[in-house]
């Protein structure tokens, strides 16, 4: 496995009544979400950044239907149609939205030692490539401090929940919270699977 991060923003208004965003904040929370529930207000990324077939990705972020845990999860289906003609598609939770790495926040994630979150395939099969947490360059300081990802994981038609060990990893500073790959040779059908509970714990 390998390691990523996250990132999150805290207005400030200064004495002269100018708005500040500081580059980093630092939650301290025993558990930090990710993604929860649709609107929920513990959400801290939003899943802005398509990538690669990004035309083959559709996400239902309200899907109530069996849900892991509470009233709601994240549907995504992949088509598999290589609309962009790249053979595989993914997809980052980001913090600020659409953040590359060139937005001057981010969060500072270091006292967390584990990324969970629970995943299901519609049917079983339905083969991620990897599930990871960070990885946004930008080509500036203001990307991600780390990488870490799972191997790669064939779903089942249960919930289960998985976990990347972030122990020893520089989560300093996090813009890419959760990120999701998968291609069309390993889903020569496309596939369907569900997402619930990203979060990170202590």
């Known amino acids: 496995m390998k390691k990523i991060m996250m990132i999150g923003l805290l207005i400030a208004a200064t004495a002269t009544g100018e708005v500040t965003a500081p580059k980093v904040s630092k939650p301290d929370d025993k558990v930090f979400y990710i993604y929860t529930e ?15 077939d990004y035309g083959d990705i559709k996400m239902s972020l309200g899907w109530k239907d069996n849900p892991g845990k509470g009233t709601t999860c994240t549907r995504v289906i992949y088509s598999g149609e290589r609309k962009q003609e790249a053979g595989w598609a993914g997809v980052f939770y980001q913090y600020p939205v659409n953040n590359w790495g060139d937005k001057k926040q981010g969060y500072d994630l270091s006292s967390y030692k584990r990324l969970r ?3 299901r395939g519609d049917k079983g099969g339905e083969y991620i490539d990897k599930f990871q947490i960070g990885g946004i360059k930008g080509g500036t300081e203001e990307g ?26 520089d989560l300093s500073h996090i813009i890419g919270g959760f990120c999701f790959v998968l291609n069309v040779d390993s889903n020569q059908k496309g596939a369907t699977f569900f997402l619930d509970e990203i979060r990170l714990e202590k």
């Open 117 to 119: 979150f629970m995943a």
């Open 38 to 52: 649709q609107g929920s207000r513990l959400n801290h990324f939003i899943p802005s950044g398509y990538m690669g």
């Open 144 to 169: 991600d401090t780390t990488e870490s990802y799972t191997d790669a994981i064939e779903l089942t038609a249960d919930w289960k929940e998985y976990e990347i060990d972030l122990k020893g990893e």
